[in-house]
């Protein structure tokens, strides 16, 4: 048993910047924003309700929560505009959307980056200030849109629209092949893909695979270091997607 | 007495900092919160509610009050992002907007003074059953230098249900007031040891750890107050009463023609002229054999070379009944350096009796013998007591030389 230590060497994380933003038209190729400054998150509801019995709280039971953010840019996607509704008071359509933030810790500024997912986003009607030069140059007051956001199914989760995908935990190889298709590479154009392609890409790049073939057999492919044979009849898997639920039963899943 | 002083050196006292934060989720080891920068507690509810009859004020009542608090960090631990609406459904992969998990947090503020600073002591808090509340996070460009981004979570809590006390979801464990063996049994738990994991106790626990090693709530500052042996050529025989004295009782047979007396052992105060001491003592007398009618025990104070009896000064022996209880409340006449002050029992022969020596005999057990500044006039006890539920007894050192200590959670 150890004790607990704070602060150690490269466990000082923090994080920091906003970058990287892509636009995901309905249709057609994503494409960088360019210009987007921040992104503020501000995700609604989840507020806290009590229920009071012989005057102490009882339970506490909070309200549906959703995702919703304030984007900041100097400009927006050409593409943008009609999501914009600034064809004059048209119906808005919902887009997707990813930025990256960044993780320093104190070896490295650059230690790690989160790719942040929004899915179903609408824009909301912002006021926009034009106003005249100004003799010490350009003003660069930056555009602002509020988003909203309807929920996607997702996989294994309540429905969201924001996901987050951790480099710095994730597999490099699982990073590479998300970032091939959210920024396109020679094989296709920059999209955003649904919640369940995503998570077929972290299975497809897992060290540990599970396939289940359906008939109550399944197949478990893997390095030596996960997978052991002690003899021709007996396997052992050791690895952090393998626990016990209790002394007779254990789940396994590909990581 | 002494006027009040302030700003006395070493009382000068300030709170600052915090530090030492951990996570704690059901079913897993605390986990280190690095980057916790502040924990902004700012309890809601407790708002006095005034209520008026003829233009005055009748009452004023306190509404419920609620443990609230804004965690501040450069970044959470990864299995903060359950608490954070965010889970996890593959290696690195989040989804936002799910349930929110309860947690556990533990963190410390330091308490400084005017010469230790920072070091005189700490407070640990424990929160139970918090829960995050989605918040802001202002993601913006890196500009000409690195702006850390400022996470935030506000926390709400629902306490848990305890006894004896109004449910609270904060303890706060103040290593100043706290016995520093119990200090270190606390923190070997919640921040881990070599015997186990970090981890939350539940209030139960937490509440059962100070129950067995509360704090100071007695102490018993004379020096063996039953009495060791008898004392000098005034018995006779070996000690024991008749051979076979009760467990605890000291006693012996009687020489024909003295009064014998027995002292308990020294008190470790000092008291000033004027200082409030309470005794309290309880005897027995038995006569063993022989033609004895009557003997006496005397209470008494002695100082070196002077013996009181509700506070004054005595040179009579008082007859008291058997298994009497005494209990005086005596000021001092004058200043009694520690070790000094004991309490004596005398042992008298009722004038016109005769008996050769070893007919007679008395025990003696001192049930009570307290000597305490304040009034109080409890049973005995010493570190050799047997523990119960809700007290502890310890020598304060060498046992059976030295204070005995009693603990009490109440």
Known sequence: ?255 | MTRIAWGAHGERLFETGTDRGVLYLNGQSGIPWNGLRAVKEAPSGGEPRPYYIDGFKYMNIAAAEEFVATLEAFSAPNEFAECDGRKSIHNGLFAGEQPRKSFGLSYRTLIGNDYLGDRFGYKIHIVYNALAAPSQRANETIGASVTTLGLSWSISTMPPRMDGLKPTAHFVIDSTLTPPKLMAEIEDILYGSIDGEARLPDVDELLELFKSAGPVVRENTILIPRPAAYSGSDWVGSGGLGGSPEAGWIGGTLAATTAPYIFTGRSYLEYQPGDKITLGIRYRVTAVSGPVEFICVVPGIRTPLKYYRDGYQVTRPITLDQDEVVSIEWIAPEYIAPGTLQIAVHGSIESGLSFADGDAGFAMRATEAIIEPGWSNRPYFDGDTIDTDIETYEWANTPGSSPSLMRSWY
């Open chain 1, 1 to 255: 048993m150890t004790r607990i230590q704070w602060g150690s060497f490269g466990a000082r994380l923090y994080e920091t910047g906003v970058d990287r933003g892509v636009f995901y038209p309905n249709v057609g190729p994503g494409l960088p924003w360019n210009g987007l400054i921040s992104v503020k998150e501000d995700p609604s509801g989840a507020s806290l309700n009590k229920i009071f019995v012989d005057g102490v709280p009882y339970r506490t039971q909070k309200t549906k929560e959703s995702f919703a953010a304030v984007l900041q840019a100097y400009t927006s996607p050409r593409g943008f505009d009609e999501y914009d509704g600034n064809y004059g008071q048209q119906r808005r359509k919902p887009f997707g959307l990813s930025y990256r933030t960044r993780i320093g810790n104190d070896i490295s500024a650059d230690y790690a980056y989160k790719i942040h997912l929004v899915y179903n986003a609408l824009a909301m009607p912002t006021t926009v200030d034009s106003s005249t030069l100004k003799t010490d140059g350009l003003d660069g007051t930056p555009f602002s849109w509020g988003i909203s956001t309807t929920p996607v199914p997702i996989p294994g989760a309540k429905p969201a629209a924001h996901l987050i995908i951790d480099a710095s935990i994730a597999y490099p190889e699982a990073i590479q092949a998300v970032e091939d298709v959210l920024y396109g590479s020679i094989d296709g154009d920059a999209r955003l893909p649904d919640p369940e392609e995503l998570l077929d890409l972290f299975e497809q790049h897992a060290i540990l695979v599970i396939i289940d073939h359906g008939d109550g057999t399944w197949t478990a492919i893997g390095p030596d270091e996960a997978i052991d044979m002690p003899d021709a009849d007996t396997f052992q898997i050791t690895w952090p997607s393998a626990v016990y639920l209790d002394s007779d039963t254990y789940q396994i899943s590909s990581l």
